[in-house]
């Protein structure tokens, strides 16, 4: 079906599987998109290195400090599936401009914060920007882009920057604290926004559905507050455990206004989620395939963290090369994994791909307190990382491919949800396991194994599930 836009796409030269051309306008609507994106997966770590100069700078307790991350993880993981609809409905590229609009605003609030409610109020204005700005960047980049070897390419340079922001935060957040105080890493951001938001208007076609059907509002509504008292629930468990009366409040009540979402959704003659597409093949098992790939590789970065410092002796910058290591073979394998994906199909590659994941994590456990365990360290988790980026890269594309363009907010919407609680979810579940469960090191390799099993199981789930799926993916 065709979609309304201002500024039509530029076709595509050459769509040789594995090498298509870009025109000029191609790369630099790919250069916006891609930048837009990275900036965002910056802000998920880029802070966190900084929070203890920031908690003695603004008076926050180390108990607050988790709010740091919460305000931000609270309004882009909860808002993602309704700002994808409403882009869908209204127009992608006008709320995609609104909302780097609103998160390079929230950066410089953040930068100049004087107190705790202003810090925390610019984090939360942050976080509402990136749920406009994720799900219609990746609309406007699969609706620009057609599907076959040229979307293919796009979503391997995004699926690569994201990876690589979330990297580069990790290194750049302590060199910039230990250089200019952690203001400078709110301020990179806002930079970031500024120079983004000119070059948008001009090169972004507008997209949006043909028709305007109502919005789903009972289903906004339970889907949004179900996603932030479970988002909430997990964020806050990773600090203070589960067993908090608020915790087991927000985590049951997340669960029940989802089971009533889908009720919802069932009866309504315009849903913001449609059944049928959650039913199909590509979307139920390339999701699962997603939030088990963040999840699990989210916990590795984590305990593998605590690891290097409170075992090694490491410096948060000695920390942080480690993982630079991991960044630098993520564009690597964002370069190669549209020709492996050409070759063998999204579906084979993130079945593969979170095979190999789960194979590399799997030496970890063999860490010990040796200086030795660095380099073993450093060569599974960078090998880990490159399979990783494979999988983010395919079920990206087993999730979209087959979509039509009216609904691809929605799928986009999806895949950052699973991409977002993905996130979230792994270092509750199983890292607090590596500092609850007695000494660290055994605690470390207990969660090192569990996550590559889980993996692994995933692996053969996804194979299985998507055996019968359509034929491209």
Same mark, same amino acid.
């Given at each position: 079906m065709a979609i309304d836009t201002t500024t039509p796409p530029t076709a595509l030269a050459d769509e040789l599987p594995g090498a298509p051309r870009l025109s000029t306008r191609d790369r630099l609507v790919l250069f916006v998109l891609c930048a837009a994106q990275f900036m965002v997966a910056l802000d998920f770590s880029v802070l966190?290195?900084?929070? +203890?100069?920031?908690?003695?700078?603004?008076?926050?307790?180390?108990?607050?400090?988790?709010?740091?991350?919460?305000?931000?993880?609270? +309004?882009?993981?909860?808002? *993602? %599936?309704?700002?994808?609809?409403?882009?869908?409905?209204?127009?992608?590229?006008? %709320?995609? %401009?609104?909302?780097?609009?609103?998160? #390079?605003? @929230?950066?410089?609030?953040?930068?100049? $914060?004087w107190d705790p409610a202003s810090f925390l109020a610019g984090r939360a204005l942050q976080g509402l920007g990136a749920a406009a700005i994720v799900p219609t960047g990746m609309s406007l980049l699969t609706t620009t882009f057609p599907e076959g070897p040229a979307r293919d390419r796009a979503l391997g340079i995004s699926g690569t920057l994201l990876s690589l922001g979330f990297t580069v935060g990790m290194v750049a957040g302590g060199v910039l604290t230990d250089a200019l105080g952690w203001r400078s890493t709110m301020a990179l951001l806002t930079v970031f926004a500024l120079v983004v938001l000119p070059l948008a208007p001009g090169l972004l076609p507008e997209s949006r559905t043909p028709h305007r059907p109502r919005l789903d509002v009972p289903g906004a509504v339970t889907v949004t507050a179900g996603l932030l008292s479970l988002i909430y629930a997990?964020?806050?468990?990773?600090?203070?455990?589960? #067993?908090?009366a608020d915790v087991l409040t927000a985590l049951v @009540?997340? =669960? =029940?206004?989802?089971? $009533?979402?889908?009720?919802?959704?069932?009866?309504?003659?315009? &849903? =913001?989620?449609?059944? &049928?597409?959650?039913?199909?093949?590509?979307?139920?098992?390339?999701? !699962?395939?997603?939030?088990?790939?963040?999840?699990?590789?989210?916990?590795?970065?984590?305990?593998?963290?605590?690891?290097?410092?409170e075992i090694l002796r490491l410096s948060a910058f000695e920390t942080g090369l480690v993982f630079g290591v991991q960044g630098v073979l993520s564009v690597v394998a964002g370069t190669a994994a549209p020709k492996v994906i050409g070759r063998f199909g999204a579906r084979r590659t993130l079945a593969g791909s979170l095979a190999g994941q789960g194979a590399l994590v799997a030496p970890l456990v063999l860490l010990d307190a040796h200086s030795w365990s660095v380099w073993l360290a450093t060569a599974a988790v960078s090998l880990a990382s490159m399979c990783h980026l494979g999988a983010i890269i395919s079920y990206g594309l087993t999730v979209t491919s087959g979509v039509p363009d009216?609904?691809?907010?929605?799928?986009?919407?999806?895949?950052?949800?699973?991409?977002?609680?993905g996130i979230t979810v792994g270092i509750p579940l199983l890292g607090v396991l @590596?500092?609850?469960?007695? &000494? =660290? !090191? +055994?605690?470390?390799?207990?969660? *090192?194994?569990?996550? $590559?099993?889980?993996?692994?199981a995933t692996a053969v !789930?996804?194979?299985?599930?998507?055996?019968?799926?359509q034929s491209r993916v």
């Open positions: 966190n290195v900084a929070l +203890p100069k920031l908690g003695d700078d603004l008076g926050m307790s180390r108990s607050a400090l988790q709010w740091a991350v919460t305000a931000f993880a609270l +309004p882009s993981g909860g808002f *993602l %599936l309704l700002f994808g609809r409403i882009g869908d409905l209204y127009g992608r590229r006008r %709320l995609f %401009l609104a909302g780097l609009t609103l998160f #390079g605003a @929230a950066s410089l609030l953040a930068t100049l $914060a997990l964020s806050t468990a990773a600090d203070h455990g589960f #067993g908090r @009540a997340g =669960l =029940l206004l989802l089971a $009533a979402f889908t009720v919802v959704e069932s009866r309504s003659a315009a &849903p =913001l989620v449609s059944l &049928p597409m959650l039913r199909r093949r590509t979307v139920a098992w390339g999701n !699962l395939g997603g939030l088990v790939t963040f999840s699990m590789m989210s916990t590795v970065v984590f305990v593998l963290t605590l690891y290097l410092q009216e609904e691809q907010g929605l799928a986009t919407g999806l895949v950052t949800s699973t991409q977002q609680v @590596a500092t609850t469960s007695g &000494p =660290l !090191l +055994p605690g470390v390799r207990t969660v *090192l194994a569990l996550d $590559a099993a889980i993996v692994l !789930l996804v194979a299985l599930g998507l055996r019968r799926g």
